[in-house]
């Protein structure tokens, strides 16, 4: 088992060697690292925050991405899933970056939880990483011929993809709240299969953007119909735990949680709303706030706790105070770098795609 004490001190001496290599004063002034919190912040209470609101940002933007890959089996010509590959094409690997970012994240500030959760979930890490590798290759290998049991064959690997990476993440997901030790279990495959329902119905949303005329229409078509798939399973899942989980009903029923669970009720009504006026950017808008609402849900039932298996709490689990706080002063000079990249990224590319264009992935 990895000591996030060592490990954090291990990080810190790294730090400050390089920094003492550049200046050696500056290690002289440095005592107040090691004083408390910056400026007093709650920075254990915040790195928990920013670790969820990580992987919210990947299952956002990345959701998308896995519905118009679920939305790509409806597509029955060529021209149109030309299309349909050509509106993710500049944006699917950028959106995993978030992934990266989230792993790193969970090794950086809560080591000890990065070595428990990933060890007891080695198969659904692989699985995870296979259905992502499916999603992100058929693109790449669908485009190198054009025969039709060539484009068959990796047309069905990018739906596939598609749909189990969302559906494997969920599950994992549901197993982390649960402190479940096997890979699947009747509510963890119902929290996969809303994350694939809500993926879809991002996907409907980002289509209606990038899109025009017929493949729009039919695309997005299947927004609230996922939307409501979502709704009820989130609401079976909730059900099902009330019911087999008496330890969770109290987390489940605090004010927090059905607050999350009326929001998401209201973001559905105001999607539903967007997509019927064609304001796709407020239905996507409304995604991602169901797709935050999701996750912070997670976080509230699982707070103070962050591994429930071991019962490490979030202020057990916390490296130590000084690379708590170079981390904080890194992610804070690195943060605003990220966000301003995918500013310009999708600046660059935001105009839809027409029929004809082709599909431009790395």
Do not use: C
């Not at 402190?179 to 289509?207: D, E, N, R, Y």
């Not at 064609?278 to 039932?301: C, D, H, M, N, P």
């Amino acid at each position: 088992m990895i000591d996030g004490a060592s490990v954090g001190a291990d990080a810190a001496i790294a730090v400050v060697a390089a920094v003492a290599a550049i200046d050696p004063t500056l290690v002289l002034q440095a005592g107040w690292l090691s004083d408390g919190p910056l400026f007093g912040l709650p920075l254990t209470e915040l790195w928990y925050a920013l670790l969820f609101f990580i992987l919210g940002t990947f299952l956002f933007l990345d959701g998308f991405d896995f519905g118009v890959g679920v939305l790509f089996a409806t597509r029955s010509t060529a021209s149109d899933r030309e299309q349909l590959l050509a509106s993710i094409g500049p944006f699917w690997d950028g959106n995993e970056v978030w992934l990266v970012v989230f792993g790193g994240a969970l090794f950086a500030a809560f080591p000890e939880v990065y070595a428990t959760l990933f060890s007891r979930h080695y198969l659904l890490m692989f699985a995870i990483l296979g259905a992502l590798i499916a999603r992100g290759l058929a693109p790449e290998m669908y485009e190198q011929r054009h025969d039709d049991a060539w484009q068959r064959w990796w047309g069905r690997a990018f739906v596939v993809g598609s749909v189990t990476a969302p559906l494997f993440l969920g599950v994992f997901a549901a197993n982390w709240l649960l402190g479940a030790t096997a890979l699947v279990s009747i509510p963890s495959v119902v929290v996969g299969l809303a994350l694939v329902a809500l993926s879809t119905t991002g996907g409907a949303a980002f289509l209606g953007l990038k899109t025009r005329g017929r493949v729009q229409r039919e695309t997005t078509v299947y927004g609230p119909r996922a939307l409501l798939a979502y709704l009820a399973l989130v609401v079976l899942a909730v059900g099902f735990l009330l019911a087999t989980r008496p330890a969770l009903r109290s987390d489940l029923l605090s004010p927090a949680v059905l607050g999350l669970l009326g929001a998401s009720v209201a973001l559905g009504g105001a999607y539903v709303a967007a997509m019927r006026r064609e304001s796709y950017v407020g239905a996507l808008a409304a995604t991602a706030g169901l797709t935050y609402g999701l996750v912070a849900l997670i976080a509230t039932v699982l707070y103070p706790v962050i591994d429930p298996v071991t019962g490490l709490t979030v202020a057990d689990a916390i490296v130590s105070t000084i690379p708590l706080n170079l981390m904080s002063i890194g992610a804070a000079l690195l943060l605003p770098l990220v966000f301003t990249y995918f500013v310009v990224l999708y600046s660059a590319f935001w105009g839809p795609v027409e029929e004809g264009d082709g599909y431009a992935g790395e």
